[in-house]
């Protein structure tokens, strides 16, 4: 098939991730693009991405954005932090034809929640160490303290079924363990330590949300990169006359190179 066909409005916008964690982000395009044809493709057989090295995550999101063409994409959403980080780039470069939106994580929006804030931003290692995240939060590093976390485990967790209705003992004292030197609610803990704002900087971690908080120790405003990714890929498709406006809700279609994901791509869906 010719990769650089005319797209039409009514082709589907794609969706990858390393797994589970981008249905995150297909549950907020289908509230805020109802209309749209939706196919999903998570990478469960190779994840975690957070992990690996640039030229592997290079290979992947290469062959998961050729097999996406080929099945008619109009448009392709990144909804992985890590992939985003490492290979944005590269592949706006090799598809240059091809509107690709990736994810942010949402530095911006929680460096402005209060005077000076404290903002633990947790990620996979690969997103953490990136070059694009340090740029992002040098942008805002007079506003806003930052305290850059990975969380390699927790895409493990939210791959084997876990999210916060399953109530994990092991999620939880993985959480606490990792927050050991910020702030659980014990009166001996420095007041210091205590964090204004979350920033979820890995699409795995809303399903979390409230486990990550119950962990901490206290309630804080929680911000990630959906609705901004989101509502980016509404205005490049709707510069491009490629907004479906059919009027009919889309179709959601799922798909995982680990096909006993399936199930749980779609009880996520729906969470
Ligand atoms: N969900 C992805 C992210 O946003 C990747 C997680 C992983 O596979 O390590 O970073």
Known sequence: MDKEKKAKSTDPIAVFDSGLGGISVV??????????????FGDSKNAPYGTKDRDELLGLCDRNIGMLLDMGAKCVIIACNTATSAAAAYLREKYPFLPIIGMEPAVKPASKIAEKPKVLVLATPVTISGVKLKDLIHCFDEEASFTLLPAPELV?????????????????????????????????????????AVVLGCTHFPFVRRTILKALGYEVPVFDGREGTCRQAERMLSEAGLLNKSGKPGKVELLNSDETKLPLEKALLEY
């Open 156 to 196: 493990r967790f939210v791959e084997s079924g876990v999210n916060d209705n399953a109530d994990s003992p092991e999620l939880y004292s993985y959480l606490r363990e990792l927050f050991k030197d910020f702030g659980p609610s014990e009166p001996s803990s420095s007041p210091g330590l205590r964090f204004d």
């Open 27 to 40: 549950r907020k395009l289908v509230k805020l693009l109802p209309n749209e044809n939706i196919i999903y």
